[in-house]
């Protein structure tokens, strides 16, 4: 039986939370979920997201992983996001689907992108990011009288966060400075 044959109008959920209620009436979420676990009535899903026009998204995240980059990467975020508009959560769906993309991971699975660290679990249509952590390797320390190029205040970290250039972002001036290639994090060069 195809989903375009399945029409849901009148049939009822026999089984957990929304046993009895018709599934034209189950929130998206829990219709996701269905479909992202590969439930047994994962058919009758899919055939109600399509009736809806729902879309079946290419990653999911976590309510932690937008708990914790809310505290950790917000500064990241707000330097990286593709306009004024994107969200955390957007962000994080299009740099956790950008992580996934350029495949760069440490040897415990993490997906290491813009100085920061994803845990992905692949479900069974898309990941979903479980969490998001900011990567201690990428993380640079200078000596305390090292001052920044753009604000000239005295700096005690930088963090990078792009693996394939040569960048740093200052914490305290919130500014992405540019370093040619091949400076060593030195507060005299390092050339």
């Not at 999911?60 to 917000?74: E, F, N, P, Q, T």
């Not at 479900?123 to 990011?129: C, H, T």
Request: hydrophobic fraction near 35%; glycine fraction near 6%.
């Amino acid at each position: 039986m195809s989903k375009e044959a399945i029409n849901t109008h009148h049939m009822i959920v026999d089984f957990g939370k929304h046993k009895g209620e018709l599934y034209t009436r189950i929130p998206v979420n829990y219709l996701l979920w269905m479909v992202n676990t590969n439930h047994s009535r994962v058919k009758f899903a899919k055939a109600e997201l399509d009736r809806r026009g729902t879309a079946l998204p290419e990653i999911d995240v976590s309510g932690h992983a937008i708990d914790r980059a809310s505290i950790l990467c917000r500064k990241i975020w707000h330097h990286t996001k593709a306009d004024a508009q994107e969200g955390l959560h957007a962000w994080l769906c299009r740099v956790g689907k950008e992580a996934i993309e350029v495949n760069d991971t440490d040897n415990a699975g993490r997906y290491l992108y813009l100085g920061m660290k994803f845990v992905f679990v692949q479900e069974s249509e898309w990941p979903v990011m479980k969490t998001v952590m900011l990567d201690s390797k990428n993380r640079l320390r200078f000596d305390d009288d090292w001052r920044c190029p753009q604000c000239n205040e005295q700096v005690e970290k930088f963090q990078m966060f792009r693996q394939d250039e040569v960048a740093v972002y200052h914490v305290g001036c919130e500014q992405v400075i540019e370093y040619p290639e091949g400076w060593d994090g030195h507060k005299d060069g390092g050339f």
